[in-house]
């Protein structure tokens, strides 16, 4: 099934000053969350950005934080201490409401792969949502783990897109004024 921007939300896991330093490929990982987030800025789609223990983990990375702001009635940032943002009451009730007005669609990226997005994909697909995971948008501080989130995704019946898969689908066509804009992002 191809992402629709009117029947999609994003969800942004854990992407913190205190995470960030000690994953693979950081600069890559906050890129891509950063388009992730500034696209659907621009279309209009909701953004959740999780926080695990911010007191300890700090607080969501600034360039991520800058793409967040220029969405505000569309950005939510919320605190949390589950691993699964699905276990956490209060992200699952604002996700589970957007996805009642029609945004069953859930993008998710950030990190750790194998433990909180992994655990959040899981618990938003046995919630009822479809659930996609952004995988290019993801890291663990090891290769490994993420290659393993990946296969355990996949065998969970999870979708694995890639960030380009993600705005190529939500803009569906060229020539507008958002496809060049976005199609500049992306590049």
Same mark, same amino acid.
């Given at each position: 099934?191809?992402?629709?921007?009117?029947?999609?939300?994003?969800?942004?896991?854990?992407?913190?000053?205190?995470?960030?330093?000690?994953?693979?490929?950081?600069?890559?990982?906050?890129?891509?969350?950063?388009?992730?987030?500034?696209?659907?800025s621009?279309?209009?789609?909701?953004?959740?950005?999780?926080?695990?223990?911010?007191?300890?983990?700090g607080p969501?990375?600034?360039r991520? @934080?800058?793409? %967040?702001?220029?969405?505000?009635?569309?950005?939510? $940032?919320? =605190?949390? #201490? !589950?691993? &699964?943002?699905?276990?956490?009451?209060?992200?699952?009730?604002?996700?589970?409401?957007?996805?009642?007005n029609?945004r069953?669609?859930?993008?998710?990226?950030?990190?750790?792969?194998?433990?909180c997005?992994?655990?959040?994909?899981?618990?938003?697909?046995?919630?009822?949502?479809?659930?996609?995971?952004?995988?290019?948008?993801?890291?663990?501080?090891?290769?490994?783990?993420?290659?393993?989130?990946?296969?355990?995704?996949? @065998?969970?019946? %999870?979708?694995?897109?890639?960030?380009?898969?993600? $705005?190529? =689908?939500? #803009? !569906?066509? &060229?020539?507008?004024?958002?496809?060049?804009?976005?199609?500049?992002?992306?590049?």
């Amino acid at each position: 099934m191809l992402l629709n921007k009117d029947k999609s939300q994003v969800l942004i896991v854990d992407v913190q000053e205190r995470l960030v330093p000690v994953m693979n490929n950081a600069e890559l990982l906050v890129r891509n969350c950063e388009v992730l987030a500034q696209s659907a800025s621009e279309l209009g789609i909701p953004i959740t950005v999780s926080e695990h223990y911010s007191k300890g983990l700090g607080p969501t990375v600034d360039r991520l @934080n800058d793409a %967040i702001n220029s969405s505000e009635e569309n950005a939510f $940032v919320m =605190e949390k #201490l !589950h691993f &699964s943002c699905a276990a956490d009451p209060d992200i699952l009730f604002h996700v589970a409401s957007l996805a009642e007005n029609g945004r069953r669609q859930l993008i998710i990226a950030g990190v750790e792969s194998h433990v909180c997005v992994l655990q959040s994909a899981l618990g938003f697909k046995q919630a009822g949502l479809d659930v996609y995971v952004a995988i290019d948008a993801t890291s663990s501080r090891d290769k490994n783990s993420k290659s393993v989130a990946k296969d355990r995704l996949n @065998n969970s019946s %999870i979708t694995v897109v890639t960030l380009e898969m993600i $705005v190529f =689908e939500w #803009l !569906h066509v &060229s020539g507008t004024s958002e496809f060049k804009k976005l199609s500049q992002l992306v590049k």
